[in-house]
């Protein structure tokens, strides 16, 4: 899956504690003597680790499915989760299928599963010249499901219980697109606005938005999925589904759609 990063250009930001000077006399006092320590700050461009989307301030392990963008930046889609909608029966009526779980690991150990995730991390500077901007992050379909020659035409993706989370401070937190609480991607390439802010003054850190979650993350009730009891190809009650309609042509074959995660310099609607 293909990822975009934006990166704005760098700055430099300067903390200075006490006076110009590295020492002065406290008020004309031979006895006393003040120090000062300064701090100047650049952008960092390098890259940002997968983290839990249920408890965002502990890293997990860069392993599939988890995709991690190779390329840094201080505004960047840093990771995003490929979709298992598994095996399944090559009926003729329409059908609906939820995908998979994602298991996190932890230094190698598995720490359950969480729903699919889009992570982004906002860490610009600002400056009188330069201040920061607000920053939405959209989704587009950009290839519909195939399989060298053959399509599923009429086959979309559907996204529902989001939950945003991050490990920085709540009142930096992204909000919600103003349809991104349940929203359709089709071979259209309709883009939704799924998470950003207002303007440049909040978004600061890295986030993380996940569909579906845990039981009593976000409500009682595990919205990641549950695999079926007797069916391993069947997940049922999941919040990512790829719909295919049942007139569609297949083929035993693996069928893979495109899905662009974008990060931009533009306020949420």
Not at 157 to 162: A, R, S
Request: charged letters at 15%.
């Amino acid at each position: 899956m293909k990822l975009k990063t934006l990166c704005s250009a760098a700055l430099v930001a300067t903390v200075l504690f006490g006076s110009a000077s590295a020492a002065f006399a406290e008020d004309g006092d031979a006895t006393k003597l003040t120090s000062n320590g300064t701090i100047t700050y650049e952008e960092d461009n390098t890259t940002n680790p997968p983290v839990d989307p249920e408890n965002p301030g502990e890293e997990v392990d860069p392993e599939e499915p988890i995709i991690v963008n190779p390329d840094g930046g201080p505004l960047a889609v840093d990771a995003v989760t490929a979709l298992n909608f598994k095996t399944q029966k090559a009926v003729t009526t329409d059908q609906t299928y939820f995908a998979e779980q994602v298991e996190v690991l932890k230094g190698g150990v598995s720490d359950g599963t969480r729903g699919n995730y889009v992570q982004v991390t906002d860490k610009r500077l600002a400056s009188s010249s330069n201040p920061r901007t607000a920053w939405t992050l959209s989704a587009k379909m950009t290839q519909q499901f195939t399989s060298g020659s053959v399509v599923l035409d009429g086959a979309t993706l559907t996204y529902t219980n989001p939950y945003i989370d991050g490990a920085g401070d709540d009142a930096q937190k992204p909000v919600l697109g103003s349809t991104a609480s349940n929203f359709v991607l089709s071979e259209s390439g309709n883009s939704v606005n799924v998470m950003g802010t207002a303007d440049g003054t909040t978004g600061f850190g890295t986030w993380t938005i996940e569909f579906g979650s845990s039981a009593g993350v976000n409500g009682a009730d595990d919205t990641t999925g549950t695999p079926n009891a007797t069916d391993a190809n069947k997940i049922e009650a999941g919040s990512v589904s790829l719909f295919v309609p049942g007139n569609t042509v297949k083929t035993a074959t693996a069928f893979t759609g495109k899905v662009l995660w974008t990060v931009a310099t533009t306020p949420i609607d």
